[in-house]
């Protein structure tokens, strides 16, 4: 069952910039983190950054140095600043949120339709 609304992806040349958004429409209880994970065609899903409700960012080693996850549990809302963008970015995004600040995987308690981000010159 989708409960997050994401929006931003679209087309990006390499170097570029995208800003993702993710909002929960209903408030949310129990949950201590939110974040992205991503699925590229023909591979396994991805964490990509989370942020715990006591301000703990994490990071996939990939992303490091070009993305960075803002906004808060508190605000129902988290944002995914994407720059220096290259061609092996290009998947699905995924909004979710869990009320383990230490999700590592598997099924979220909450997540988004998904929102498509292509970098390709």
């Known amino acids: 069952q989708v409960q997050l609304a994401e929006s931003g992806g679209g087309f990006a040349q390499p170097g570029g910039s995208l800003r993702l958004s993710c909002a929960a429409p209903?408030?949310?209880?129990?949950?201590?983190?939110m974040g992205w994970y991503r699925q590229a065609p023909g591979k396994q899903r991805e964490l990509v950054a989370g942020?715990?409700?006591?301000?703990?960012?994490d990071y996939a080693d990939a992303v490091k140095g070009r993305f960075t996850i803002t906004g808060g549990v508190t605000n129902n809302t988290v944002y995914l600043q994407m720059n220096s963008l290259k061609p092996e970015d290009t998947a699905v995004y995924y909004c979710?949120?869990?009320?383990?600040?230490?999700?590592?995987?598997?099924?979220?308690?909450?997540w988004g339709q998904g929102t498509l981000v292509t970098v390709s010159s």
């Open positions: 942020l715990t409700t006591g301000g703990r960012r």
């Open positions: 979710y949120a869990d009320p383990s600040p230490y999700f590592a995987g598997g099924q979220p308690e909450l």
């Open positions: 209903d408030p949310m209880h129990n949950i201590k983190i």
